[in-house]
């Protein structure tokens, strides 16, 4: 675990660094014509392999282990698909005075994405919580994350994002849900030689991911949406996003604590239903945006680095609390008390 607490040393990701330089890439050399045509299908191509990657990782007898511990993956779950999109729901108050319709689209669609896994692990870690709760929360946001972001895309977006209907749809089931369940099926074959080429395997997910973005904000370029962004517009932007991340911060931490949860379970609830994931957010806005997905990511891009920094400090100030005293009561326990037994029947599963 010692690799993972790597994120709380450094003040920016050094992935969102290479983001911004794609980023600059596009804004300086945007493919056009027939290098449009041939980055589009690339991106494509790689969204396709990305999620078939995803299936193929996914262990379903680790994610069925961890069903034991429903409860703290219901609440998790819940922060993710219900409470964020409420704040960004509530946040279309804001527009036209401090968002333009635009970028509140972008932001909507950031409530709507999945969990991250790889953080959320590395700060519960590093906070002393429930690590293989974090682990498996993080995956099943994941996993349903597959589904339930297209739809409540297609329910709250309606038109305005990229034109939701039976065709975006199916572009959805056939670059999304069926790479990753034909990883899912391979995955006794070829789950062996996945687990020994990780690390290289690791720079093929990232590598998709900026050509996914090279290819929106080359869109992006060549259309002039970024001529309709402000700079006053993304520092509102950045003030509603740091207001939503710190209700959500709140609401993990001292809502888990009204349900009767522990400290160790938590650190992990907070860490992963505080949190959205960059990795798939990114390829979905992709698929579900098409020419508008430059500034359909943007939010999310700035989001995912201010949570890093965010839970960065929160995960090392976690990791100074007192140890939590053991109970005595074995009785009680046995009747499933939350403190303990849930974060122990997680540790035996995960």
């Avoid at 704040?87 to 509140?104: E, H, T």
């Avoid at 690390?199 to 290819?215: A, E």
Wanted: charged share 15%; glycine share 10%.
């Amino acid at each position: 675990m010692k690799r993972l607490s790597r994120p709380s040393w450094i003040p920016i990701d050094p992935y969102i660094l290479a983001l911004i330089a794609t980023v600059g890439l596009a804004a300086l050399l945007p493919a056009r014509g027939t290098a449009a045509d041939v980055a589009s299908g690339a991106s494509t191509t790689a969204v396709a392999f990305l999620f078939f990657l995803y299936g193929a990782r996914l262990s379903t007898r680790e994610a069925m282990d961890g069903l034991r511990h429903w409860r703290l993956h219901v609440t998790v779950l819940a922060c993710t698909f219900v409470l964020f999109p409420l704040l960004g729901l509530a946040a279309r108050g804001l527009v036209p005075v401090l968002l333009p319709q635009n970028l509140y689209e972008g932001l909507l669609f950031l409530t709507l994405v999945p969990s991250t896994i790889q953080s959320s692990i590395a700060f519960t870690s590093i906070a002393r919580g429930n690590v293989p709760a974090a682990i498996c929360a993080g995956s099943f946001s994941s996993l349903a994350g597959i589904v339930l972001t297209p739809l409540l895309a297609a329910a709250l977006l309606g038109n305005s994002g990229g034109g939701f209907n039976a065709d975006s749809l199916m572009k959805i089931v056939l670059q999304l849900l069926v790479p990753f369940i034909a990883g899912q099926l391979l995955r006794r074959w070829i789950g062996g030689f996945i687990a020994r080429h990780k690390k290289i395997l690791g720079y093929v997910d990232r590598g998709s991911i900026l050509l996914v973005v090279y290819t929106a904000f080359s869109e992006g370029m060549v259309q002039g949406i970024w001529h309709q962004v402000s700079a006053v517009r993304l520092a509102g932007l950045l003030v509603v996003e740091a207001m939503i991340l710190a209700i959500m911060l709140a609401v993990t931490w001292y809502g888990a604590k009204a349900l009767g949860f522990g400290r160790a379970d938590r650190v992990a609830i907070q860490f992963a239903g505080s949190k959205k994931s960059l990795a798939s957010g990114l390829p979905m806005a992709s698929v579900l945006f098409g020419a508008h997905a430059s500034l359909a990511v943007l939010p999310l891009m700035l989001f995912h680095q201010m949570q890093l920094m965010v839970c960065a400090v929160i995960a090392k100030r976690r990791a100074k609390d007192p140890e939590e005293p053991r109970p005595v009561n074995l009785t009680y326990e046995d009747r499933g008390a939350p403190s303990r037994t849930g974060a122990g029947t997680a540790t035996r599963s995960g």
